[in-house]
């Protein structure tokens, strides 16, 4: 307002970067929060045939072929009909997207600082434990909030990544970091652990005892799906498996915590 210069935002600086770049690589724009009434009316030019982001400076900038936007928004509220017509559209909700994808994509990150075998042991029982638990929550536990698959995975993965942090390097060109040889070892703890509290403590306290004596059961091995005849689907063919970690004496697992 002082000087009268135009300053670019983030938007404008990105789009101009893809456009100006020479590379034949796909650039993708991805908007990942809310619409706002005001900004997405000034996108209707970038989204219709024209593909032109029109500035207050004046300035237009031109798409090119290789370049798309993508926008992951809860709502359309605050969205015209003008731009909804411009953009094609999914809905992904998260029961169909389902938890699996999580795991899988936070375990294929991890093989950046860990041995790939280690990691995929993480992985396979990871699934294991929780596609029986989710199922068994779904059925026998209440959640005081709304507790889907993805909800309360993302609770697991943020709290063993509590323990993972150690091992991730500070600086891109510090000192290595020495990896354990039980790593595999203490990951499955801290898997463990995670889930007590990631699943567990998302139900109420009325329903936690029954998770918290299905989850014991799990973890010495007994067959889950017949013993509380869980409905996991055709697809779903693992086999029983014993967690290969020894837990001391207790009387609710969460009296327990992993150092």
Known sequence: MDTQEWSDGVLAIKIRDCAESESPDRKWIIFDGPVDAVWIENMNTVLDDNKKLCLNSGQIIKLKPTMTIM?????????????????GMVLLESGQLGHSVYITSYCHDLKSLFEEKCCDKLEKYFHYMVDLCVEFTRVNCKFPCPGT??????????????????????????DEIKIPNDIDDKLINALIYSTIWGIGGCTDEATRPKFDTFLQELIIGDNMLEKYSLDMGPDWKTEPMKVPNKIGDFKSLFDLYFD
Request: glycine letters at 4%.
């Open 149 to 174: 698959g993805p909800f309360v995975v993302s609770h697991i993965i943020r709290m063993i990544q509590c323990y993972v942090q150690v091992y991730i390097p500070k600086h891109a060109d510090g």
């Open 71 to 87: 926008f992951q928004v809860d709502d359309l509220s605050q969205a015209s009909p003008a731009t909804v017509s411009r953009c």
